[in-house]
């Protein structure tokens, strides 16, 4: 495959002038000799009648900082062709440069020139042919032309992607074993279809192990490039490739692909850009570095979180991560401290974001101008007002499949590049999606790359694996003990120090199944078992014994980390929202253990409505008074709805006008008070270790024991005794009792007794009417109830009491 490096602007000054000796860089003396010293290369070529030529290309100085080129031709002739040799540009009938004898001493009775290249901007290429005093032409053994390139060097083949020094060059490297052949293609601020320079890589000069790299003297005047590697040729498909590697990309533009059946189907393709990677000034922003138990979450997707006109925002900021940072006063107000992105890699738009294209830039559609560079300046200003405010931001990421391949044969990256490496040959069984071999050393490389990127350069605060058991997965798709991937997270230096969770939800098959996951104390976990045993026991379909065990903290999936590496949730995107988890429960939510209280969908039975009420209620507090990390679903706090569908796709923006209702002001009320209470009872509910056996004792009605067995008792207390602490004062380590009624009738609790001097207060009773359902200690018309009363729970509701010292 031939370069195609066009030729210089200017027609050169030629003459023989004999060549170095040895073909030697130039002496280095002063800064621009030393550049060109740095950009000396040496090409040698066999002749058609078993010659061999050499040619060196190396920077000099024209003086006055001008910049110039000197290529010098040394030729080794064959016997008989000795005399007359001249040099001529290819296609050209002009003038001539002849060959003149090299010094003996060094060339051995060669023939020499040199051309001089001054003011010409690489890179370029010189093309030329010999000819013999008889006009007979010597071309390569190939019997093509003698082509060199100008401007451009061997390169290095580290770091991977494109990588500018300050005096303009460029450096370009990709990993790729399958290739035969690599052409790096470069197209100018015209954007149009074809490239405006394509410079193939020689295996022999331009590979080191499987890394094809090169370097440009300056790519000045161009504005994107691809890789092409010919591996798809046979198909019909040769199209340059984005860059695994690249920070600044373009846009995804459409195309066409030819799929298995010869048929053409709609495609994207894109370009990695030439521009460098904007610098910021992040000032004196630091990582909250929260500890695990602290952390409140709240899960939201960029776009949808204020792409509604009711958010109040311009259109360029509604729907990009300007409008989420707006909105942190929200997250304030509701006690967040984490928000989790869903992933904000360049993805799929039909397929949505758990399909990403490219693991190393952040989504253009999430910045005001639809721009690379402009979406990392907003992704950072996003990031430094969350940090300011004191609020972590953590990316859910998925590196366990791509957009790639399927039905529309998708080739972006990597999977034109070398397929064979980065993903599983024959994919998962039962899995259509182009599945990535996560632990093979290439893609593991890749993966981490991409994380310590997000790290370094945009100060993300942790991460969330989607589709976590794909990552414990080898090369034939079979499960690993001790998968290398997770282990160097795990320890590796910088991403060791952030938040790393694993999450068994796929988008795949659309499955989430708690699963035992390698973790070496590092890692946490989404917590699948929380939400399913919580929603049973709300819908009266679960063993008290199980919401126990969630209450604690998960101890049969969490005993060797603790309670914190949790992380509970009761909705989530990717399913039924909380409004719609308390209204519908069609034969096919079966699986979601869903309720709709008596109704199906909406409904104006206030009976049907009150229960619902007291459901959302219930489903928030125990979540909040649970052991370890509580995760809130975007639209939660406002009653958001997707009509009763799990399906992402039908997951609309949020409605901001929702927040004036009194159900909402309520509800983020609600929430407000529930994370003010995990932080001032730190002691019981922000734990790293579990709770003491000694400190829990549980009961039913009236102080009897609980049925533990039985499958229709939908009742339970919880009574913690605080442990002692001599730093904290007795005020502020009461005792807690917590009762649970899943029962569609009340039920009499009686209350433990308490030290002389103390009493119950009550803080919370879900079947209250607003605003007196909840209340702050502090607030003197809070229930005051003495030890050994009795309390009536009502039907579907929650009580929370603490023990306080009465005053004399």
């Known amino acids: 495959m031939a370069s195609s490096l066009p030729a210089p602007p200017a027609p050169p000054t030629a003459s023989w002038r004999g060549l170095l000796p040895s073909l030697r860089p130039p002496p280095r003396s002063g800064p621009f000799l030393t550049r060109a010293a740095a950009r000396f290369n040496r090409y040698r070529f066999r002749t058609d009648d078993d010659g061999v030529v050499d040619v060196a290309v190396a920077g000099k100085d024209n003086g006055g900082g001008a910049a110039g080129y000197s290529v010098a031709v040394e030729v080794l002739p064959a016997r008989g062709r000795e005399r007359g040799l001249v040099l001529r540009a290819e296609g050209s009938d002009g003038e001539v440069v002849p060959l003149a004898p090299a010094p003996a001493s060094e060339a051995g009775g060669a023939l020499a020139a040199e051309l001089s ?189 204020t792409k509604d006109k009711s958010s109040g925002l311009p259109d360029k900021v509604a729907g990009t991560f300007s409008g989420l940072a707006a909105k942190v006063e929200h ?183 708690q699963f035992p996951f390698p973790h070496w104390k590092r890692w946490a976990e989404m917590n699948t078992r929380f939400c399913m045993d919580v929603r049973k026991f709300l819908k009266g379909e679960a063993l008290i014994s199980d919401l126990a065990t969630r209450l604690c903290g998960s101890g049969d999936l969490f005993f060797s980390r603790g309670p914190a590496f949790s992380f509970n949730y009761v909705s989530r995107n990717s399913g039924l929202t909380l409004v719609d988890l308390v209204s519908f429960n069609s034969d096919e939510l079966g699986s979601k253990f869903s309720w709709n209280c008596g109704e199906e969908g909406p409904s104006e039975n206030n009976a049907v409505l009150q229960t619902r009420l007291r459901q959302i209620r219930n489903f928030l507090f125990i979540l909040f008074v649970s052991l370890g990390i509580p995760v809130l679903n975007m639209g939660d706090e406002c009653g958001h709805s997707a009509a009763g569908s799990t399906s992402y796709k039908d997951r609309g923006p949020l409605n901001w006008k929702a927040l004036k209702t009194v159900f909402v002001k309520e509800v983020t009320g609600f929430i407000s008070f ?100 909840f209340s702050s200690e502090s607030n003197p018309k809070v229930h005051q109830v003495l030890g050994f009363s009795s309390y009536q729970i009502k039907a579907h509701s929650c009580v929370l009491f603490e023990s306080k010292r009465v005053l004399s």
Not at 261 to 287: F, Q
Not at 473 to 500: H, M, Y
Not at 686 to 713: A, C, M, V
């Open 674 to 773: 529930l994370s003010a209470l995990r932080s001032r009872r730190a002691d019981i509910f922000q734990r790293r270790e579990f709770l003491k056996l000694e400190n829990i004792h549980w009961y039913g009605s009236d102080l009897s024991e609980p049925q533990w067995e039985d499958p229709t008792s939908g009742f339970l207390c919880m009574h913690i005794n605080p442990e002692l602490d001599e730093n904290v004062p007795d005020s502020d380590r009461g005792d807690l009792y917590i009762c649970f009624n899943a029962n569609e009738e009340s039920v009499s609790a009686t209350l433990p007794a308490l030290a002389e001097g103390s009493m119950w207060v009550r803080l919370v009773d879900t079947s209250l009417a607003f605003p007196g359902f």
């Open 117 to 305: 290249y001054d003011g010409a901007r690489a890179p370029f290429h010189v093309s030329f042919l010999l000819a013999d005093a008889a006009g007979a032409e010597v071309r390569t053994h190939r019997g093509t032309s003698f082509r060199v390139p100008v401007g451009v060097g061997r390169g290095r083949p580290a770091p991977l992607g494109m990588s500018l020094s300050e005096d303009g060059s460029a450096n370009f490297a990709v990993y790729s074993k399958s290739a035969k052949g690599v052409v790096l293609c470069l197209f100018d601020d015209r954007g149009g279809g074809e490239p405006s320079l394509e410079v193939e890589l020689d295996p022999y000069v331009h590979r080191t192990g499987d890394v094809w790299h090169v370097s440009l003297e300056s790519v000045e005047g161009y504005a994107s490039y691809g890789f092409r590697t010919g591996l798809f040729a046979l198909f019909g498909i040769d199209r340059p490739l984005l860059d695994p590697y690249a920070k600044v990309i373009g846009d995804f533009v459409p195309d066409e692909n030819v799929n298995e059946e010869g048929i053409a189907v709609p495609s994207v393709r894109c370009l990695a850009s030439l521009e460098k990677s904007p610098g910021y000034n992040w000032g004196r922003d630091r990582h909250p570095s929260l500890p695990l138990e602290k952390l409140v979450v709240y899960r939201a997707n960029v776009a949808l979180f």
């Open 331 to 513: 997250f304030k107000r509701l006690g967040v401290n984490a928000v989790l992105l869903e992933p904000v890699f360049p993805f799929h738009q039909v397929k949505g974001p758990y399909f990403p294209y490219h693991f190393f830039s952040p989504m253009n559609l999430y910045s005001s101008e639809r721009s690379s560079v402009s979406a990392i300046k907003s992704m950072k200003d996003m990031v430094k007002t969350m940090h300011r405010n004191g609020i972590e931001v953590l990316l859910e990421v998925v590196f366990t499949h791509t957009a790639e391949g399927g039905a529309e044969c998708q080739m972006i990256s990597i999977r034109g590049i070398d397929g064979s490496s980065y993903y599983i040959a024959d994919g998962i069984v039962g899995c259509k999606a182009s599945v990535l071999n996560c632990n093979h050393p290439v893609t593991q490389r890749l993966i981490l790359d991409s994380l310590r990127h997000w790290v370094l350069d945009f100060h993300v605060d942790g991460f969330c694996f989607i589709n976590a058991p794909f990552l414990v997965r080898g090369p034939g798709g079979e499960g690993l003990s001790r998968p290398p991937l997770l282990e160097a997270i795990a320890f590796d230096p910088v991403l060791s120090k952030t938040k790393i969770i694993a999450d068994p939800w796929s988008p795949l098959d659309i499955s989430n199944v």
